[in-house]
């Protein structure tokens, strides 16, 4: 028996609903792929060769082991799908060439060198102090106001006091 229209409409519901899931779930990729650009200085490798820089380039210049070229590739992926850094696939002789990244508006302010940046306090609220937290937030929501905060629970002290050192 052929599916009706309504099972086709009840089967694509249901696989739009699995595809928002599993957006949500994954979605912490694309914040840890910008901590990982901040820990390796990627936008500032690309700043130092002039706003664009190959995989090879970034290698030389970031504090990435150059076995691992291969693996910022995809890294990039990611940043680039978030809109992070861009990409430009040069043509030689009808050839593409190597990926050319490039850094756009949301990347520069990841330059170190840049006088307006958002370095440090990304760096700061992408912290495992400060996202750790938030995994036991389920567990948080069975306990009684107004102890323990979420930073109490996870790490014995609240967020100030945490601050402190």
Known sequence: MAPTREQ???DQGLLDAQLELWHHTFSYVKS??????LDLGIADAI???????TPSQIAATATLHPTKISCLRRL????LVSGIFSVDHPRDDGVEGEAVYALTPASRL????????????????????????????????QHEL?????????????????ADH
Request: proline share 4%.
């Open 110 to 141: 990841l330059d170190c060198s840049a006088s307006v940046n958002m370095v440090h306090i990304t760096k700061m609220l992408l912290h495992t102090n400060l996202v750790s937290p938030f995994s036991d937030l389920g567990n948080w929501f």
């Open 47 to 53: 700043h130092r060769h002039g706003g664009a820089a």
């Open 8 to 10: 086709h409409i009840l």
């Open 32 to 37: 840890m792929a910008l901590k990982s650009a």
């Open 146 to 162: 107004p102890e323990p905060d979420l930073f109490k629970l996870k790490h014995g002290k609240n967020f100030w006091e945490l």
């Open 76 to 79: 990039m992926r990611v940043l």
